[in-house]
């Protein structure tokens, strides 16, 4: 059974940070791009960031870059990311998804696992 777990969210203050981890488990995790996406209350769910399954090639979306790393340990079958300098605007739902073996998409419908989301909140 493939699981993806993700863990780190709370609740932080404008300019603060926090490590989102996801574990992942059931699946060949090192032959896999991984994502990070995020959905706002009534809004669509849309990609925040993404990784190679060597780690070699990262993306981001606009609005995070600068702010956000992604990073993945294949020992671990852990993917990460970290964020700084958060704004209220980065409040959502934060999801890990991982891409089929050798697949390399950025979009929400490449993706073939999903975690349950972990809850990012940002006060002003």
């Known amino acids: 059974q493939v699981q993806l777990v993700e863990s780190g969210g709370g609740l932080v203050q404008a300019g603060g940070s926090l490590r989102l981890s996801c574990a992942a488990s059931g699946l060949t995790f090192s032959n896999r791009d991984m994502g990070w996406f995020r959905q706002a209350p009534g809004k669509e769910r849309d990609f925040v960031a993404g990784?190679?399954?060597?780690?070699?090639?990262?993306s981001y979306t606009t609005s995070v870059k600068g702010r956000f790393t992604i990073s993945r340990d294949n020992a671990q079958n852990t993917v990460y990311l970290q964020m700084n300098s958060l704004k209220p605007e980065d409040t959502a739902v934060y999801y890990c998804a991982a891409n089929p073996p050798w697949a390399t998409s950025r979009v929400l419908s490449g993706y073939e696992y999903w975690g349950q989301g972990t809850q990012v909140t940002v006060s002003s």
């Open positions: 990784i190679s399954w060597s780690g070699g090639s990262t």
